[in-house]
């Protein structure tokens, strides 16, 4: 098993596969964003390399994000080449819905029905403005269509004061009549230019308290272990509405979870500024074994929270969260 000196155990692996993107979404990369070589980023059969060293040693959970994972060159072949691994569980994938209707069919079949659409307005003018990109038709669509699918779906949504406060109660309302999972993120400092607010004025309690108003009629719903989310239920509705405390960050104690960028960087922690290149290390031609280690020694000094992990940074935040997947 994965354990850190905290006891968790770690059994989830956030795998960046590209850091390139169709959309320029503001609270995530600037405009004039540069990106990494090809020579740069993880081969697939590094990936594979890594996950099937890491599944038998506890990682039971894959998530593929990036960038927009699926805008990488035959990234099927990785999903076919990680569907085959025994004792993963579970493939998750994040996307922007842009190019994910063409993949569907097939990812469904090799059993990735983990889904998490990112869309944070569902008004074409606001999409836009966030976004940068005229690509509203197409999520809508992957929306609609992923609503009618056997699939766990759930919506990503960050909260943005003055962009898209508007479209809070308008999401909530997608699970009205349809199981879905809605879920709101506060905004983190992760935008590729070092912004960021002194208070955020958006923060989970101030989003919960936006929708009880127009729905005072509601409940906490009880959250599966190593949530990140805050799960609720209107009364009657079929879907649920959850807040992610990304930056008040009050879910980091039962924390289950590794990252690997899109370089391969190993991070234990979301805020930790690693230089752990796994990439590096393999390229170096060190055996499973050693790999395997490097992993667990640094798992094993995972920060307790996002705020002992902030500490030790020698600077602020300016990383794009395209490069770290989320
Ligand atoms: N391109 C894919 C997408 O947008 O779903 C996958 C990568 S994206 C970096 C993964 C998730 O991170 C998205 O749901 C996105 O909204 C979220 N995200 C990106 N930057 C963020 C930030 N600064 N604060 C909070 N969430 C952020
Ligand atoms: Fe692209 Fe996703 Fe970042 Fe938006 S959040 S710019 S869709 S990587």
Known sequence: MLIDRHNRIIDYLRLSVTDKCNLRCSY??????????????LTYEEMFRIVSLLVPAGISK????GGEPLLRKDIMQLFRSLSGISGLKKIALTTNGTHTLRYLDELMELGVRSINLSIDSLDQERFFAISKRDLFQPVIACLQEMMTRDLDLRLNCVVMKDQNIDDIIPMVELGQDT??????????????????????EWDHQRILTHITARYPDFQKLPDPPN?????YQVTGFKGTFGI??????SFCGSCNRIRLTAPGILKTCLYQQSQLSIRDIMRS??????????????????????FEAEKANPTHISESMSLIGG
Do not use: W
């Open 285 to 306: 031609g060190v055996s499973d074994e050693e790999l395997l280690q490097t992993f667990q020694h640094a798992i094993s000094n995972k920060a307790l929270n996002g």
């Open 179 to 200: 199981a879905i999972a809605v879920r709101f993120i506060e905004e983190m400092p992760f935008n590729g230019h070092g912004g960021y607010y002194e208070k955020l």
């Open 244 to 249: 992610i405390p990304a930056y008040t960050r």
């Open 227 to 231: 949530s990140t989310s805050l799960n």
């Open 28 to 41: 995530c990369m600037p405009e004039d964003m540069s990106f990494l070589s090809r020579a740069e980023l």
């Open 62 to 65: 894959l998530r593929i994000t």
